[in-house]
């Protein structure tokens, strides 16, 4: 029996305007842990760093875009912008289902995700917590309750 490709779905995980380098590794390399099948940046550029200890990069495409309007142009024709982020009308994470083929987009702690980025996500989610998380943290969180609950086609 041929499995459908589409079907069983695909993810992506970045950070706009990431703040250090650091945070990036240890994003990349909860990604590489919980299967994303690619990863990003937007705006500030990755570096290799000694918390990519599994060497994330080098095992999952990434890629870098200098702007999300570059970004965006690029986005893969069936996948939800998912973005995480302390807004008024995001939902919580706790009661997010996650769609099949997505990507997910945090903004940097200092920063969070610009107005445009805001704007343009199909789905925004937040977390039950008084104050932001680190990225990394964030991300990973993210990342976790994806493979805890699975997926739905929206």
């Known amino acids: 029996m041929a499995i459908d490709s589409l079907a069983q779905g695909y993810f992506g995980i970045g950070i706009q305007n990431g703040k250090t380098p650091e945070n990036l590794g240890v994003l990349w390399r909860s990604a590489q842990n919980f299967g994303a099948s690619f990863i990003f940046t937007i705006g500030n550029r990755y570096q290799k760093q000694a918390c990519d200890t599994h060497k994330a990069v080098g095992a999952i495409p990434y890629f870098h875009y200098d702007s999300f309007t570059e970004f965006y142009k690029h986005l893969?024709?069936?996948?939800?912008?998912?973005?995480?982020?302390?807004?008024?009308?995001?939902?919580?994470?706790?009661?997010?289902?996650?769609?099949?083929?997505?990507?997910?987009?945090?903004?940097?702690?200092?920063?969070?995700?610009?107005?445009?980025?805001?704007?343009?996500?199909?789905?925004?989610?937040?977390?039950?917590?008084?104050?932001?998380?680190?990225?990394?943290?964030?991300?990973?969180?993210?990342?976790?309750?994806?493979?805890?609950?699975?997926?739905?086609?929206?």
Do not use: M
Request: aromatic share 6%.
């Open 76 to 154: 893969p024709k069936s996948a939800l912008l998912i973005g995480v982020e302390l807004t008024d009308n995001a939902e919580w994470l706790e009661e997010f289902q996650h769609p099949r083929r997505c990507v997910y987009l945090l903004g940097a702690e200092d920063h969070g995700l610009t107005n445009e980025a805001i704007e343009k996500c199909h789905k925004i989610v937040k977390f039950k917590t008084p104050l932001s998380l680190n990225v990394s943290v964030a991300g990973s969180i993210v990342l976790y309750d994806r493979s805890l609950k699975g997926t739905v086609v929206l």
